[in-house]
């Protein structure tokens, strides 16, 4: 029981870890197409970990089967929706930034 | 405006969406921990959703058309009140309405709680379900759709 424990709560904290780098590649990186790239791929390992360290603390149940399921569904989603999101704003004429310009 | 379509955002779509509906069913049926009628409901209705944001609404509206769409909300509702009258008819009058737990037959083989649950999960909760997914995409379609002569000067693929 301890190690299910301590195996659930390593995966929620490194989960948190990822969402926090996440956050500050939002907060510093100054364009679209970088926070794009800095939130969408942290946010899908953060969700995943800490949905799948509440599964783990669970145990086997019919709740964790769906955390499970939920998990799953992040991995496969999440990729898919940042790609159509920056797709969007590419054709929709979204400026790139370069090096030398302004914060936008 | 001339957009290719995206392989990835169709691909994924496509292969999403029927374990989206199962995942919906699983979560309105198994009432054994998390989940439910209204939350199922919601899950079934983000695929259809999903569905008529990728292709476009015309073919989404083909999937699920607006006398569908009424009927199944007044379906939900029917299968909700009729499981109460149906306690009250098989228990010989002697139930109040919507009181599970004197459902006649079941009861009498396996117990009044078990049949309490199981017409709650069973019956219910799809009712429910049925209901609250034919809102949430008739509500989703009435904000979002466009009269005709809107639709004629933009081409939605």
Redesign the interface.
Known sequence: MLALNLISATMILSGIFFMFLGVIGLIKLPDFYTRMHAIGKCDTMGQFLIILGFAVYEGLSFISIKLLLISVFYLFSMPAATHAIVKAAFYGGERVWKKGDQRM | ?N?KR?I??DT??K??MP??LA?GL??MI?S????GGFQGGCIIAAAFILHSLIFGFIEGRKKIPESWNTFFKSFGLHLYCGCGLLSIIASNFVAEFLNYSAFWPIANLVGTHEARAMQVELIIEVGIGITVFAAFVSMFYDLAWKDDDELEDEVIK
Do not use: N, P
Not at chain 2, 32 to 35: Q, Y
């Open positions: 405006m957009v995206d990835i955002v994924t779509s292969k999403m374990i989206i995942f699983y979560t198994g054994k921990g998390a989940g």
